[in-house]
């Protein structure tokens, strides 16, 4: 069966202070992998699609890596404003996204 | 530009009422169109999608219904509300294809009574 997991739940950082996000997943045949923010709220705001392992993607603080079991979002330096969940998906077939639970990112000044 | 609208953006309705929730997107045409609801501190969960008008496809059995009257018109209802139908409504449209990215609505807030 399709499985997203996302760690940790929760994360709580110093304004920054470096950290990652991690996405694993089990699905046949990767069609994408998708990271999302999300502030409360609101729908999901489009970050980054990955599509095969060793690809890496950024914009700004964010860089989002993929392997062959998991995906990574590294985040740099945050800053206040980078408070949100972070949701991530794959595709399967039928273009359909299987969600994670999500991590709530908090970062403190 | 591609923009998507969603409305309402919160609604309060007591059991075994109606519910239509609709989604518009603007600035493409044929688009696939999904619903996914997303219970509190929960991953999003697919209930419909749509490749084409009058062609809708559930994911999980339920209380809830979709339509699409038009191709950039994506309707969510329900003839009686349950307790468990509360949560987060987001309406989500993509140009279809292997990878495409889904982008998503501002979303409903629905809460039964």
């Known amino acids: 069966e399709d499985q997203v997991t996302q760690s940790p739940e929760a994360l709580r950082l110093q304004e920054g202070e470096s950290s990652s996000l991690n996405c694993s997943y089990t699905?046949?045949?990767?069609?994408?992998l998708f990271w999302y923010r999300q502030d409360p709220g609101k729908g999901p705001e489009f970050l980054f699609t990955?599509?095969?392992a060793g690809e890496e993607k950024e914009k700004e603080r964010l860089k989002a890596t993929l392997t062959k079991k998991e995906s990574f979002l590294h985040i740099t330096a945050p800053k206040p404003e980078d408070s949100a969940t972070y949701l991530c998906?794959?595709?399967?077939?039928?273009?359909?996204?299987?969600f994670g639970a999500g991590t709530i990112l908090r970062v403190k000044s | 530009s591609q923009t998507i609208h969603q409305w309402p953006a919160t609604l309060v309705q007591p059991v075994g009422s109606p519910l239509s929730l609709e989604c518009t997107v603007e600035?493409?045409?044929?688009?696939?169109l999904y619903w996914y609801r997303q219970a509190a501190g929960r991953g999003l969960q697919l209930l419909f999608y749509?490749?084409?008008?009058?062609?809708i496809s559930s994911e999980v059995p339920q209380n809830l219904s979709a339509s699409r009257p038009q191709d950039r018109q994506f309707i969510l209802s329900s003839k009686k509300l349950l307790l468990s139908d509360s949560g987060f409504y987001l309406c989500?449209?993509?140009?279809?294809?292997?990878?495409?990215?889904?982008?998503f609505g501002p979303g409903t807030r629905l809460l039964v009574l």
């Open positions: 989500a449209w993509s140009i279809g294809g292997i990878g495409e990215t889904q982008y």
């Open positions: 699905v046949s045949g990767l069609r994408g």
């Open positions: 990955l599509y095969s």
């Open positions: 998906a794959v595709e399967k077939y039928g273009n359909k996204l299987v």
């Open positions: 600035g493409t045409s044929n688009p696939n």
């Open positions: 749509s490749v084409g008008i009058g062609q």
